[in-house]
């Protein structure tokens, strides 16, 4: 699976973007998707994942109600829409992906820059 995010910027806090994450390589219906996100001198932590087939949607609490994962299948898109960010959720944001039985994510595209400016 290849996987490739683009969308990041530069963004006001308080305003709003939208990554978006194109894949190919496999069936991507099947696949489970995931955003996650490493800001400087930090782990890379989870931000949301979304189960292609029952539509099922996860989110770290820290994001929970401003974030909103969600995927197109005729596209192969997933998508994060990013709504009232903070200085905060400034880091690189991944797309990742791994197939329903996988304990852990193995397939991960390139990371895009998102800076929230206060």
């Known amino acids: 699976v290849q996987l490739q995010a683009f969308g990041g910027g530069l963004v006001q806090a308080g305003g709003s973007l939208r990554l978006s994450c194109a894949a190919s390589?496999?069936?991507?219906?099947?696949?489970?998707m995931g955003w996650f996100r490493q800001a400087p001198d930090k782990e890379r932590e989870f931000v949301a994942s979304?189960?292609?087939?029952?539509?099922?949607?996860t989110y770290a609490d820290s994001v929970k109600g401003r974030f909103t994962i969600s995927r197109d299948n005729a596209k192969n898109t997933v998508y994060l829409q990013m709504n009232s960010p903070k200085p905060e959720d400034t880091a690189v944001y991944y797309c990742?992906?791994?197939?329903?039985?996988?304990?852990?994510?193995?397939?991960w595209g390139q990371g895009t820059l998102v800076t929230v400016s206060s």
């Open positions: 990742s992906a791994r197939s329903v039985l996988a304990s852990g994510y193995n397939y």
């Open positions: 390589g496999r069936t991507f219906s099947s696949l489970v």
């Open positions: 979304f189960i292609g087939t029952g539509g099922t949607t």
